[in-house]
C-alpha cells in the first residue's frame, strides 16, 4: 500500500493525476463515512489499473469531516421513534452541495436493482456520485432534495452502501475504453443478450473430473456458435427465467 497515494485521494488532490495526458473518461466522487474501506479495492486489478492509466479517476469525500459540532455527528434518533439511528440531513446536504451538477446516487435496499443496464449508463457519463448509508438509513430530505437515483444491489440489507458502490466502481471501470484488454470480452458476456454466459472450458482437454465437449474441439465455428448459444439458453431458463420473461435487461 502507498499511504501517500491514499491521502492524496482523500483530499481529492492526487497529485499523481496531474501528470496525466488526458481527462479521465469517468470521474467517481464517493461519499462515505469510511473511506478506508476503499483502501484495497481502488489499488487492485482492473480498478488499480484504470485509476493508474487515467481512464477512472476516484475521489474519495469523508463525511466525518461534515460531521456536527465537536463530536462530528452524523446522526440521530428517528422522529416518531423506532429502532436505530438516521443519517442528519446537514452533513449530507454540506457534501452533496459542491456535487449538484454530477449524477448523485443513494445505495439502498429500497432502490432499483443495479443491473448491466445501469453500470452501461454510468460508464458513459462524465461525473458519478456514489452515496453511501449507513444506520438504518437517510433523512428522507437528503434523497428529496440532493439524490438522483436510488439503486440497490440485491434482496438483502448490508450494514452501509460501501460495497455495493465498491461493485459498482468495478463494473463501471472495466466498461471503460482501454481498461480490459480485449473489447470483445466486455460484448460477449452475461446479460448482453438478457442471456446468462455458456459453460467455458480450457486446457488440459481430457482430465479425470471430465472432458470438454467435443464440438468445441471441432475447429467448427457454426456449430461451435450454435452449441454456444444453446447452452446459453438452457442456463438462463433454468437459472434465471425472469430474465426471459424481460426480454433483454430490463434497465437499458
Ligand atoms: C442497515 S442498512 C439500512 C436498511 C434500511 N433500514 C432498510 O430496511 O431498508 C444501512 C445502509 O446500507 C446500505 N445498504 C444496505 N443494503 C443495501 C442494498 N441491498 N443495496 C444498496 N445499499 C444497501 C444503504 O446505504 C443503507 O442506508
Redesign the pocket.
Known amino acids: 500500500m502507498n499511504p501517500g497515494f491514499l491521502t492524496s485521494l482523500y483530499e481529492g488532490t492526487n497529485p499523481g493525476f496531474a501528470f496525466l495526458p488526458n481527462l479521465p473518461e469517468v470521474r467517481i466522487n464517493v461519499v462515505s463515512m469510511f473511506p478506508s474501506f476503499f483502501d484495497g479495492p481502488l489499488q487492485t486489478s482492473i480498478v488499480g489499473r484504470a485509476i493508474a492509466d487515467g481512464a477512472l479517476e476516484v475521489s474519495l469525500i469523508d463525511l466525518r469531516q461534515h460531521g456536527i459540532g465537536k463530536h462530528k455527528q452524523l446522526d440521530d434518533s428517528p422522529f416518531g421513534g423506532g429502532p436505530g439511528m438516521v443519517m442528519m440531513v446537514e452533513p449530507l446536504a454540506e457534501a452533496l452541495r459542491p456535487l449538484a451538477e454530477t449524477h448523485r446516487v443513494?445505495?439502498?435496499?429500497?432502490?432499483e436493482p443495479m443491473t448491466q443496464g445501469t453500470l452501461d449508463r454510468w460508464a458513459a457519463l462524465s461525473d458519478l456520485t456514489l452515496v453511501?448509508?449507513?444506520?438504518?438509513?437517510?433523512d428522507q430530505r437528503v434523497i428529496d432534495r440532493h439524490i438522483d437515483q436510488e439503486?440497490?444491489?440485491?434482496d438483502?440489507?448490508?450494514?452501509?452502501?460501501e460495497v455495493?458502490a465498491a461493485a459498482a466502481i468495478e463494473g463501471v471501470a472495466r466498461l471503460l475504453p482501454g481498461v480490459v484488454g480485449n473489447p470483445e470480452s466486455t460484448e460477449r458476456e452475461s446479460f448482453r443478450d438478457g442471456l446468462l454466459e455458456e459453460p467455458v472450458y480450457t486446457r488440459p482437454a481430457k482430465h479425470p473430473d471430465g472432458d470438454v465437449p467435443e464440438v468445441l474441439l471441432s475447429g467448427d465455428h457454426g456449430r461451435i456458435e450454435e452449441w454456444r448459444h444453446q447452452q446459453r439458453l438452457d442456463r438462463t431458463k433454468s437459472r434465471r427465467p425472469d430474465l426471459l420473461s424481460n426480454g433483454t435487461d430490463s434497465d437499458s
Open positions: 443513494l445505495f439502498t435496499p429500497s432502490g453511501c448509508g449507513r444506520f438504518e438509513g437517510v439503486i440497490s444491489l440485491g438483502y440489507v448490508l450494514a452501509g452502501g455495493a
